[in-house]
């Protein structure tokens, strides 16, 4: 009653093992080989990464770490927001600027400077046209 389906069961299973067959000569190529076209992409992307993203990030934060560290009374800075002014106290995580005309201090933390400047400047108080 279902010799037609067991026919092409057969038909399928022999035409499978001679698929097969010829598949596993073909990939007679060592599995060294397969292993090294999987890896060695993957690698190079890593190394890109790291010469690329990850070395170029911690060596700016190195810099920025050793700026905030080096910090002292009496050096002009500039916040991230853009405030200028002088240091004129230092404590464990934050900073107290002088600001303006009238030496206003202002407290801020260690993290808010963006640099310090190395030209101070004399005419703070006057306004610039």
Known sequence: MFDWLLGIQTAL?????TASAADAAMETPSTGAA???LV???GLMVAVFYFMLIRPQRKKDKKVKDMLANLKVGDRICTIGGIYGT???LREDS????VGAQDTPIV?????IRNVEAVTVENEGE???
Not at 108 to 112: I, K, V
Request: hydrophobic residues 70%.
């Open 13 to 17: 299973a022999e035409a499978g093992a």
């Open 35 to 37: 292993l090294i076209q």
């Open 40 to 42: 060695l992409p993957l």
């Open 87 to 89: 240091i004129t106290g």
């Open 95 to 98: 900073v107290v600027l002088s």
């Open 108 to 112: 801020l933390a260690r993290w808010a």
């Open 127 to 129: 306004i610039l046209a």
